[in-house]
Each structure stands twice: as C-alpha cells, then as structure tokens.
C-alpha cells in the first residue's frame, strides 16, 4: 500500500506545539515500552502512564491530553467502555487503540465508540508517532493489518465497483493519502462541510463505515 501523505498545520517556521499522551495499559512492561518509543520524538511528550481505566478517566479529569494510547482489555474497565466515557466527556483527547487482538468486531466496536486510531502492539517507533502526529492534527490512523481486517469481508462481497463522481474520486484518493477534512476542503477550494458530505455519500456508496475499509476498498478495487 502506498505510504500516505503526511501534512503539518503548523508553519515551517514555528515551533510545533507539543503533543501530550496518556498511556493507559496494565502491563508494565508494554507502558515501559512505549514510553521508550516515544521517548526520541520531541513534539511528543508522555505526561503520564497508567494501568488502569479508572486511573486513565481521573488523570483525564484534571489534565487535558491531545493523545490517549489505549489498551483493549484492561482489569477494571474494559477499554471500550473508556474509549467511549473519552469520546462523551473529553473530547478533545483523542484515542488511538492498542491491542494484540485484531478481529473485525473488536475494530469496529472501537472505531463505534470513538477511536481515531488502530495499532498492533507489535507496531514500531515511526508509525506509533505517525499514528499520534496524524491523530492529533484532525486525521485517522490504522495499520495495514487492521485496515486488511476491516476490509476483506467487505472487499470479498463487492461485484462490481460502484459509480463515483470525478470530485469523490478526488476526495477518495486525499483520504488514502491521509489528508484531514480540513486539509482537503483547501486543496479542493471547498468548504469542509462539502467534504463531509462528499464522505458520507462515498461510505454509503461504498457500503462501508470507516476510513480503514475505505483505504482498503479504494486500492483493491481501483478506485483512484
């Protein structure tokens, strides 16, 4: 799959703003970990790890975060119950989802529930801050074997391509890329509401209800 396109909102001379995350996992080892990972990128700063959901939600109460990598299955709280509590009561932090687990209902649970973001835990150093940098600036990310996940069974039931205009194609193709809303309405020279539109008529079209089965649908199917 061809790598997409990463875009800054921030101007080449200014000093990028620094991305705060919460971790929010059981196991130390895994905390310790991304911790290390995260560690060398300088516009992102872990401001706290946490082995609980309950932990996670209360840290959340006092401090805004910009980022909150999150565990699937944690002791108290299942973590779709706290990616959900996240996207209702704070929803300026966004979630990205870490998980050993990638079936297609787990994925999808979470994406329902508010999640800008599906990694693997094997995931490595550049694409766990390219999900974060992506995520915080307004965008969707999800690893190839997830977006593969979400995709097959929808890819396998698709006959024939449905119709697309010239500006859904457009727009199909920026998305791959990893352009935001916002990103695209100014290359486009339209409004973002427009674009949303556009989006929602093509996951309709499409039968589709997420960015990583568009991704897949667009490049197996040709449709860009």
Known sequence: MKEPMQTSRYPFNQKQPIIKVLIVDDHNLVLEGLCSLLASHEEVKVVAAVDSGKKGLAYLKENPVDIVLLDINLPDIKGMEVCEIIDSKFPKAKVIALSTYNSRSIVNQMISNGAKG??????????????????????????????????????????????????????????VEGKTTANIAEELFISPLTVETHRRNIMKKLKISNVAALVRVAMDKMLI
Not at 126 to 155: N, P, S
């Open 118 to 175: 599906y990694l693997l835990k094997n995931v490595g150093s550049e694409e766990l801050k390219k999900a974060v940098v992506t995520v915080a600036e307004g965008g969707c990310y999800y690893d190839a074997e997830i977006q593969k996940t979400m995709a097959d069974t929808i890819f396998n039931t698709m006959h024939q391509p449905p119709r697309l205009t010239k500006r859904e194609k457009q727009i199909i193709k920026l998305i």
